[in-house]
Each structure stands twice: as structure tokens, then as C-alpha cells.
T-cell receptor, first 113, second 113 residues
């Protein structure tokens, strides 16, 4: 019954070692989002895709990249993780029509050691 | 710029009692959507309730209801008959035609037995 699936749930990476987080959806939504959420804070939008159109937030560091090879999948690449990148990363999907709610995955908790 | 403000970082309520969480927002848009999301500890963010700005009637979902005051740009969440399972972080969120979701900083609600 899962609709937005993130893998892995927990990821430990070394300082400076590239890491990729993945997200898939079964909702066929045309918008996919990546949010960064630090402890007890609001989710912060990093970027989103409208279909294949990539939209980067102005304050998203260059260290963060994303790929969306098809409607169902979206990846978050962190090229050189720093200690400050340790956070929960949330993937979400949405539809343009009707501005319905965003649907969230369970998140990937990233630890940088 | 659109903003969402939640002024109550933490709240507690006795089981079976009623609690109201506050949210204010700022926008120049006339048509938009407001949401309350619930994020239980270490669990997925899920939608609690949604309100379309063009609807004057306040949304209700079982024990959850909102008080939407468009002129005052206020959107509070009332939880009736609070249950232990309501313990969570609650986020107020906004979206308009840009299909970005903007979140408040959250209110941590603890339901006491």
C-alpha cells in the first residue's frame, strides 16, 4: 500500500564520500520534491521536479544534486557530505491539478561520520 | 514572499481534552491551500486536514477541525477528545499556484495520560 518509498531508511556515510538517496512513487504524480529536515525543524525544500523540469531553490548548496530518470523515480546525490548535512531527507510527491496535498515518504536519516 | 508561522513550539494536553494549535500565514495570493500535517516520532508525515482558501466553511475530519480566518490569515487546528496517538509534531503548510509547499516550524504536541 506504500505510495512514496524511500531507500534506505537509514544511511551512514563518511565525511566527503558521495552518497545517493532514492525515492520511488506509485501515485503517478508529476511533481516530486526533496526536503531536508533537521532535528525538530520545518522541512526545507531543496528542489523539485515538475515532470522532467528541474527547479532548484536559490539557497540549496551546489553539493546537492538530483536526478529524475522517469516519473516514478527520483534521486538525491550529495557529492561531498559534510557534518552539517546530517539530517532527515524527505521525498514527497504532488499533483499540479487542484493543488492537493503532498504525499511524503518515510524519509532517509543520513548520518555523516 | 509567502511565510507560515507557528508560534507554539510545544504544547501538552490531557487525554480526552481539547487542544488548539495556532498558525498564521502571509501571502498576496487570493487562491491557495492550507494543510495541517502530523509527523509522529520517527514516522512518516501524513496529512491531517486540508482547507481550500475559496471555501468559507471550515474543514472537519473526525476529531480534527480548523478555524480558518482568511482576512486575519489565521488557520488553527482543533483536536477534540485527544488521544495518546495524537502525540506528534504538527506542521502547518501552505501552497498556491507555484505548487511549492511552505511549512511552519512546527508545534510539538504531547498528549498526557
Amino acid at each position: 500500500d506504500a505510495m512514496v518509498i524511500q531507500n534506505p531508511r537509514y544511511q551512514v556515510t563518511q565525511f566527503g564520500k558521495p552518497v545517493t538517496l532514492s525515492c520511488s512513487q506509485t501515485l503517478n504524480h508529476n511533481v516530486m520534491y526533496w526536503y531536508q529536515q533537521k532535528s525538530s525543524q520545518a522541512p526545507k525544500l531543496l528542489f523539485h521536479y515538475y515532470d522532467k523540469d528541474f527547479n532548484n531553490e536559490a539557497d540549496t548548496p551546489d553539493n546537492f544534486q538530483s536526478r529524475r530518470p522517469n516519473t516514478s523515480f527520483c534521486f538525491l546525490d550529495i557529492r561531498s557530505p559534510g557534518l552539517g548535512d546530517a539530517a532527515m531527507y524527505l521525498c514527497a510527491t504532488g499533483r499540479i491539478e487542484g493543488s492537493t496535498e503532498a504525499f511524503f515518504g518515510q524519509g532517509t536519516r543520513l548520518t555523516v561520520v | 514572499a509567502q511565510t507560515v508561522t507557528q508560534s507554539q513550539p510545544e504544547m501538552s494536553v490531557q487525554e480526552a481534552e481539547t487542544v488548539t494549535l495556532s498558525c498564521t500565514y502571509d501571502t498576496s495570493e487570493s487562491n491557495y491551500y492550507l494543510f495541517w500535517y502530523k509527523q509522529p516520532p520517527s514516522r512518516q508525515m501524513i496529512l491531517v486536514i486540508r482547507q481550500e482558501a475559496y471555501k468559507q466553511q471550515n474543514a472537519t475530519e473526525n476529531r480534527f477541525s480548523v478555524n480558518f480566518q482568511k482576512a486575519a490569515k489565521s488557520f488553527s487546528l482543533k483536536i477534540s477528545d485527544s488521544q495518546l496517538g495524537d502525540t506528534a509534531m504538527y506542521f502547518c503548510a501552505f501552497t498556491s499556484g507555484t505548487y511549492k509547499y511552505i511549512f511552519g516550524t512546527g508545534t510539538r504536541l504531547k498528549v498526557l495520560a
